[in-house]
């Protein structure tokens, strides 16, 4: 090698000092386990701190760094502390950060609560503004690292009775587009991953209507094109080269491209599949 050459950097999800919210199930275990494969070290952060522990023991069995911590990303007190803290708990400056912990809820407008509203936005949005405004401006003045906000291909689907989800993860999207073009040039990469169907627990978890409870049940096995593992694998991957936008699934991206080019006919074809669902 050349005397005076830089090394060229690892890719972000490379040997990375991650912190992933939501860590105890789905896919940001996934993420977990994902992230230890590429060699890093994990912040395992869920509300439910137990579970986040099982997540840490099966990683440390495996020989990675791992830590568990319970935590309310809704909560800007717990999540400042868990930014202060995360080096110490990684043994390193963070690097790569995944704001994934998100809560469902459906409902028509109108019979949706306002207290369910604020739960929702609390954690979905919230959740991924306290990550980001705590952790940005660490990985800035790094230099290096990367930001995956778990979005949803409902950002821009529109699917009717899920209104207070669709907003709150427009709002990560539209998040995560203007921080991508703040962080420009520093090193620091930023991916919005937007899946759509992929089996979890977020159902079992989350506050539905019971009449659409079993569609939602149903939905998860029958209409997933895909896993927990693969879409963890899928958006690091976009995260190293780059990649603004991640819809690891084919419906999800006919979806994105449909409404852009024809937003009318989309808006119709969408409201009629409700209507016959809904009958």
């Known amino acids: 090698m050349r005397t005076g050459m830089k090394k060229k ?9 991650a912190v992933i919210t939501g860590a105890g199930s789905g896919i940001g275990r ?5 992230v230890a494969r590429r060699g890093g070290s994990v912040l395992c952060v869920d509300i439910d701190a137990d579970r986040a522990e099982q997540v840490a023991i099966s990683l440390r069995a495996l020989g990675t760094h791992a830590v568990a911590q319970g935590c309310d990303v809704g909560d800007e007190k717990q999540m400042a502390s868990l930014a202060e803290n995360a080096e110490s708990l990684l043994g390193r400056p963070v690097t790569l950060v995944i704001n994934n912990a998100g809560v469902g809820l459906g409902g028509p407008i109108g019979e949706v609560s306002l207290k369910d509203w604020h739960w929702c936005m609390n954690v979905n949005l919230w959740g991924v503004i306290h990550g980001c405004h705590f952790f940005a401006p660490q990985l800035r003045d790094l230099g290096y690292g990367g930001i995956i906000n778990v979005a949803s291909a409902a950002a821009f689907g529109s699917a009717p009775e899920m209104t207070a989800y669709n907003v709150t993860k427009a709002g990560v999207l539209a998040l995560s587009e203007t921080l991508s073009s703040e962080l420009a040039g520093t090193g620091v990469q930023v991916t919005a991953l937007c899946p759509t169907v992929v089996p979890t627990n977020i159902v079992e978890n989350g506050r539905l209507p019971e009449r659409r409870r079993d569609f939602a049940r149903s939905a998860m096995t029958r209409y997933a094109l895909t896993n927990a593992d693969q879409v963890a694998r899928q958006a ?11 819809l690891p699934q084919i419906d999800g991206r006919i979806a994105w491209r449909l409404k852009r080019l024809t937003p009318r006919l989309y808006a119709r074809a969408i409201g009629g599949v409700y209507r016959i669902l809904a009958d």
């Open 30 to 34: 996934s993420f977990a386990y994902e």
């Open 9 to 17: 950097p690892l890719p972000p999800s490379t040997q990375a000092a």
């Open 236 to 246: 690091l991957n976009a995260l190293d080269r780059g990649d603004m936008y991640m």
